[in-house]
C-alpha cells in the first residue's frame, strides 16, 4: 500500500489518518499469469491500481474475431473498464494478467464513498482519468498518423518497461500491426 500513499500524495495532499482512511477502503487481490480480471459481458465491479506485475485491456474484433490490445498497464497504473465501471453496465473488454499480479481493488461503492468523504480524492481521480484520456488520444493520434515504424520508436521511447514486459505480439496489436510486421521492424534495426 505504500506505493498508493505516495502516488496519491504526489498529486493531492492528505494528512496521515485521511490517507489511512482511503487506503482502508481498497482490496488487496492477487492474480496468477493468465488469469482474467474482467471478462467481456460482466459488470467491471473495481477500479484497480497495480502493486506488481502486469495487465492487459483488450477486446474482440467483432468483424475479425482478433484481439485487439487497447491498454496494457504495469506496477503503479491503474486499469478499468472505465464505462463498466463508472455505469454499472456489461463490459465490451476483458482484463488479463500478463504476469503474476497484485492489485489493490477498489469498488465502485468505495470509490464513491472516497470521494464523497475527501474532497480531494475527485482531483486526484480526475487528474488519473485525464492522464489516462491524454494517453488514449495520442494512442489514436499515434494509430492514424505515424508510420508503423514510427509508432514502434515512439512506444519504446514513451515506454521502454512495458517493451521489455509485455511480449511483442501484445505490443504489435497495441501499436495496429501485425506480429510480423513488428518483427520484420525490430530486424531492420539490428
Not at 32 to 53: M, P, R
Not at 65 to 82: C, N, Q
Not at 143 to 169: D, M, Q, V, W
Request: with cysteine; proline share 3%; aromatic share 12%.
Amino acid at each position: 500500500m505504500d506505493s498508493l500513499r505516495q502516488h496519491i500524495l504526489k498529486y493531492i495532499q492528505l494528512d496521515v489518518q485521511q490517507l489511512d482512511e482511503v487506503l482502508s477502503h481498497f482490496t488487496p487481490i492477487n492474480f496468477k499469469k493468465k488469469d482474467y480480471v474482467l471478462n467481456s459481458g460482466s459488470v467491471c465491479h473495481y477500479d484497480y491500481y497495480i502493486l506488481s506485475g502486469a495487465l492487459k485491456l483488450s477486446q474482440i474484433n467483432a468483424t475479425s474475431g482478433s484481439e485487439e490490445v487497447l491498454s496494457l498497464a504495469i506496477t503503479d497504473w491503474w486499469i478499468t473498464d472505465l464505462d463498466s465501471f463508472r455505469n454499472q453496465k456489461p463490459a465490451h473488454t476483458t482484463i488479463q494478467a500478463e504476469q503474476d499480479t497484485e492489485v489493490l481493488a477498489l469498488s465502485r461503492e468505495a470509490f464513491n464513498s472516497v470521494c464523497s468523504q475527501f474532497p480531494q480524492m475527485e482531483k486526484y481521480f480526475r487528474t488519473m482519468t485525464e492522464k489516462h484520456l491524454i494517453s488514449w488520444m495520442n494512442r489514436v493520434y499515434m494509430r492514424n498518423s505515424l508510420s508503423a515504424e514510427e509508432r514502434l520508436e515512439h512506444f519504446i521511447r514513451s515506454y521502454p518497461e512495458h517493451y521489455e514486459i509485455f511480449p511483442r505480439y501484445l505490443i504489435a496489436s497495441y501499436l495496429g500491426m501485425s506480429a510480423e510486421m513488428l518483427s520484420k521492424l525490430r530486424a531492420r534495426k539490428r
